[in-house]
């Protein structure tokens, strides 16, 4: 059973440039949250998705950003016209149902993103 | 506003001894809390974690502790092993029941041989 798969696990961008960093959860889990990890920090919560809903996205800058689980296929978190703060290492976890923290909530190994 | 601190960047401590990571939170709404290690270059790995209704919760060599009332909690690793050497991150969630973790800036342990 393969864990959470993110990919690419390195991404460059130039500045202005779309990333788009996907996620594959777990076999069997269809809850899906992404986290930010800013150097020297701890993770940020961005957003929270069931397949092809947002249930909880008030962690999600405003502009730029935006998040997707369609019903087949990876989530995908979108950021446009990147800029050099949104330089960070991405994290995506999977869960089997609402609840999702603790044992039942496995963390993928991160994208790490670099502008340029 | 950081409402889970982790006050101590780093800890080292000697092979067998105890490691005691801190943690402190300001939201009294916070009803579950959990903890998290992290090696360089991968994701947070699940370690223990513990409900509001508990104050301790031990599992092997890890033992969290809650301290409600001072808004507190601890873990403990013993005996401590060069392995453990990584970055500890505490997480609390609250109430709603989302699955949104609120995350600590983490901890750095280093345990010497």
């Known amino acids: 059973n393969a864990g959470v798969m993110q990919n690419p696990r390195h991404l460059v961008r130039r500045r202005g440039q779309e990333a788009r960093l996907r996620c594959s959860p777990m076999?069997?889990?269809?809850?899906v949250y992404w986290y930010r990890q800013l150097p020297e920090e701890g993770l940020k919560f961005m957003v929270y998705l069931q397949k092809e809903n947002i249930i909880d996205e008030s962690g999600m800058p405003k502009e730029r950003f935006s998040a997707e689980f369609p019903k087949e296929g990876p989530s995908i978190l979108r950021i446009q016209q990147v800029v050099r703060g949104d330089s960070a290492a991405y994290f995506c976890a999977s869960s089997p149902d609402l609840r999702g923290l603790g044992s039942e909530a496995f963390f993928g190994q991160g994208t790490r993103l670099t502008v340029v | 506003d950081q409402q889970v601190k982790q006050n101590s960047p780093s800890l080292s401590v000697q092979e067998g001894r105890i490691s005691i990571l801190n943690c402190d939170y300001t939201n009294s709404m916070f009803d579950y809390f959990l903890w998290y290690k992290k090696y360089p270059a991968e994701g947070p790995t699940f370690l223990i974690s513990?409900?509001?209704?508990?104050d301790k919760n031990e599992d092997g060599r890890f033992t969290v502790f809650l301290n409600k009332s001072a808004k507190h909690l601890s873990l403990h690793i013993v005996p401590s092993q060069p392995g453990d050497s990584a970055v500890y991150f505490c997480?609390?969630?609250?109430?709603?029941?989302?699955?949104?973790?609120?995350f600590g800036q983490g901890t750095t342990l280093q345990v010497k041989p």
């Open positions: 997480a609390a969630s609250g109430s709603s029941n989302t699955g949104k973790l609120i």
């Open positions: 513990i409900s509001s209704i508990k």
């Open positions: 076999k069997g889990h269809s809850h």
